[in-house]
């Protein structure tokens, strides 16, 4: 603002025009009355913490493979890789790989990021995943477009590491391509009114559910007795401790209930559709997160399956697609790649699985050692072989054999 705006009194002030959450809540600014959701609060509720615990430990437990291109359009495990052994066994001297896994989903659900620390060998090879808390790392964009990253240390200092030397997971994208949205942030009103219930269910928990009520005289009494009078009720009849506890009044006093209840409410029907708006919110069928209020044998099922396809495999290519361009090297791209085996989850139980085996042998597609493979047994002498259907034949060999009737 110019000095001659100032001077007659014309000042203007700029409204925070910010994605930043942290930001805003700090200069007051709010979004439809909720403001900024702390994370660790909103992934405290039961139904929050299911859907992170089912998503960060189902997509943790399935094998998370590096694989080398064939000549034939196949694929091979590059077990010899250095890489292989991080995804698989242990992601450094200290942690599994489950446990890193895991550990990067949990905070990229929470927060929106997540972030390891990369470790090269002399053949430009990972050999390590150190993971590193999302509240302890800054990244910014350089004017060369690259990405900088700025790590706290424990003992105070501030560590430095380049665009290669970091494992960024991202839940969404944010406005400035940088950093990621979580689904609380996102969905930021719907936990907001969550942990409102939740607040509102701890206060009926604490007054022992009792119904609120008054105490009427016959006549008036001072403003210092109906203080005391009311403290002293509070101590003796009011809190989860005190229930069923017997009332006595005297002086003519009357105690007239107040018929006000969770039920009378809706307050029990809007907390469980809370609950199915944060099953939305991360894309878990309800009743995979524990809701079975409408569960039936068949549901149930399909919803399984539902949180693979739609909930799981989207994650799944999310992560892939991130751990490609930072574990892999631009020409160990072209014959090298990461993947999650997803299948073991799709395959139903025994018998679906039974029968899925024999339609494939049958029809020649699969051999005996890859069932076997599947089903963790050991190959077996001649398990490599398929089988050709007897009506089925090359066109070929077909018009061989007619031209040999013929003769």
């Known amino acids: 603002m110019s000095f001659f705006n100032r001077l007659l009194g014309r000042e203007e002030r700029a409204v925070i025009k910010s994605s930043d959450p942290y930001l805003g809540e700090f200069f007051g600014q709010r979004n439809g009355g909720s403001g900024y959701t702390n994370p660790e609060r909103a992934s405290g509720l039961s139904v929050a913490n299911a859907c992170i615990s089912i998503i960060s430990q189902n997509l943790s437990a399935v094998p998370c493979n590096l694989y080398k291109r064939t000549d034939n359009g196949g694929r091979d495990k590059s077990k010899q890789h250095p890489l292989y052994g991080v995804l698989q066994n242990s992601a450094n001297d200290t942690q599994t790989s489950f446990e890193v896994r895991e550990m990067?989903?949990?905070s990229l659900l929470t927060s929106g990021n997540a972030y390891a620390e990369i470790v090269w060998n002399a053949k430009g090879q990972a050999t390590a995943l150190k993971p590193i808390a999302t509240g302890n790392v800054a990244a910014e964009r350089l004017n060369s477009g690259r990405i900088r990253y700025r790590v706290s240390q424990p003992n105070g200092s501030n560590k430095t590491l380049v665009q290669e030397e970091m494992l960024h997971l991202r839940y969404r994208l944010g406005p400035d391509g940088v950093t990621g949205l979580s689904p609380i942030q996102i969905a930021r009103e719907t936990f907001n009114l969550a942990l409102s219930q939740n607040d509102q269910a701890f206060k009926l928990s604490d007054k022992g559910f009792r119904p609120a009520g008054a105490l009427v005289f016959p006549e008036a009494l001072g403003r210092e007795a109906a203080q005391a009078l009311k403290a002293?009720?509070?101590?003796?009849?009011?809190?989860?401790?005190?229930?069923?506890?017997?009332?006595?009044?005297?002086?003519?006093?009357?105690?007239?209930?107040?018929?006000?209840?969770?039920?009378?409410?809706?307050?029990?029907?809007?907390?469980?559709?809370?609950?199915?708006?944060?099953?939305?919110?991360?894309?878990?069928p309800p009743t995979v997160a524990g809701i079975t209020d409408n569960a039936t044998y068949s549901n149930t099922d399909q919803e399984s399956r539902a949180l693979v396809v739609r909930c799981l495999a989207p994650m799944a290519r999310r992560i892939e697609q991130a751990m490609n361009a930072a574990l892999?090297?631009?020409?160990?791209?072209?014959?090298?790649?990461?993947?999650?085996?997803?299948?073991?989850?799709?395959?139903?139980?025994?018998?679906?699985?039974?029968?899925?085996?024999?339609?494939?042998?049958?029809?020649?597609?699969?051999?005996?050692?890859?069932i076997r493979g599947w089903e963790n047994l050991p190959e077996i002498e001649g398990g490599s072989e398929y089988l050709t259907p007897l009506n089925m034949t090359a066109i070929n060999d077909r018009e061989t054999e007619t031209n040999d009737e013929e003769a």
């Open 104 to 106: 990067l989903l949990v």
């Open 328 to 370: 892999l090297p631009p020409m160990a791209r072209k014959n090298l790649f990461i993947e999650h085996d997803l299948a073991g989850l799709l395959r139903g139980d025994l018998k679906a699985r039974y029968e899925a085996y024999r339609i494939g042998r049958e029809w020649g597609w699969l051999s005996p050692n890859e």
């Open 232 to 284: 002293g009720f509070r101590e003796k009849f009011i809190g989860a401790a005190n229930t069923g506890e017997v009332m006595v009044l005297d002086g003519g006093a009357k105690f007239e209930q107040i018929s006000f209840n969770s039920r009378d409410s809706e307050f029990l029907e809007s907390r469980k559709l809370s609950n199915l708006d944060i099953c939305r919110a991360f894309g878990v």
